[in-house]
């Protein structure tokens, strides 16, 4: 087959085949992807918190909405979990009982203290930047998944 | 399902199941594209996730310019390079290939293979070889590949979900296929 674009279009070496055929394989959403991407955007839409968490700051006060808390708590839950390495946060969203972080982790992980590290730094790590009226945080484990 | 555009056109009035029509549709073209760039299945997740999360935070500035298709490509595009930027120095191509890659790209078993058990799985691995193979180009090159051998996308869209002219994208489009087809033949 000749693409007929240039004459030196690499799309015309037989190899380009093998392009062609990946690009025929299909990709599998992974189970629960859609669900976790809803409940990180229900988090964002900030229904659950009647008045925004005041934060004592600089002789002011600080009014940071659910939304933003979320969003704090999403960036550093995955920094924090980047540096655990085999550990990867799918989802962060607000309920009444708090922050839910869901979780994934590489296989070969010891799952249960990841995830209570993860907790734990996570929890220090938002009370440095939102004070005691920082929620109270949840980790799951969701998936394990290979290398 | 509605029209992409109407639900739209909801979400931003508010109506959040609207919203949620759009990421049950659109969630697995974003992750495809997410998977193709980044090249792994955890960093795609997150992607994806960021990625909708940008979305809902920029729906009341969309215009309806673009078709939504094209505004999430750009989101999801876009996502996965701060991913990728965001990334420590990682193994190289050639090392990623040592341990496996070479041989495996023998276009005369590529005729033969479709029909045996046995074929599909050099198939497979060869397929495998590719997508590293285009995980190791550079990602300015990596991105409008993706759009246009994987998505399908046309030159018109693909230059507007990168915001770069349609001539400077098939240049750049050029230039990714020489660098892959190069990256193809040191398989052998």
């Known amino acids: 087959m000749t693409t007929g674009e240039r004459p030196d279009d690499p799309r015309d070496d037989p190899r380009w085949d093998l392009v062609r055929a990946a690009a025929r394989t299909t990709v599998s959403t992974p189970p629960g992807l859609i669900n976790r991407v809803l409940q990180s955007v229900q988090g964002l839409r900030g229904q659950l918190l009647s008045t925004p968490i005041d934060i004592p700051f600089e002789g002011g006060r600080l009014r940071v909405s659910e939304r933003v808390v979320v969003l704090i708590a999403r960036r550093l839950g995955a920094e924090l979990a980047h540096e655990l390495d085999g550990v990867h946060v799918s989802a962060v969203a607000l309920d009444a009982d708090g922050l839910q972080v869901l979780i994934t982790v590489r296989y070969g992980v010891a799952a249960d203290e990841a995830a209570a590290l993860l907790r734990t730094r996570l929890r220090e790590g938002l009370g440095d930047q939102l004070g005691t009226p920082a929620p109270p945080v949840h980790v799951h484990i969701v998936d394990v998944h290979p290398n | ?188």
């Open chain 2, 1 to 188: 399902m509605g029209d992409p555009a109407e639900l739209v056109g909801k979400a931003v009035d508010g109506d959040p199941a609207a919203f949620d029509a759009l990421v049950r549709t659109h969630t697995p073209q974003m992750y495809r594209v997410a998977l193709r760039i980044t090249g792994t299945a955890a960093e795609a997740e997150d992607v994806v996730q960021e990625a909708w999360l940008a979305a809902w935070r920029s729906l009341a500035g969309f215009r309806h310019e673009s078709a939504v298709s094209t505004w999430l490509y750009r989101v999801v595009t876009n996502a996965a390079l701060a991913q990728v930027r965001r990334r420590k120095p990682t193994v190289s191509l050639d090392a990623a290939l040592s341990s496996g890659g070479r041989e495996l790209l023998d276009t005369s078993v590529l005729a033969d293979n479709r029909a045996n058990p046995e074929g599909q799985v050099v198939r497979a691995e060869q397929v495998d070889a590719v997508l590293r193979a285009i995980a190791g180009l550079d990602v300015a090159q990596r991105v409008p590949l993706v759009l246009r051998e994987f998505e399908g996308l046309g030159y018109e869209e693909i230059a507007e979900v990168l915001e770069v002219s349609v001539p400077a994208l098939r240049s750049r489009l050029h230039r990714a296929r020489v660098a892959l087809l190069a990256k193809l033949r040191e398989l052998r």
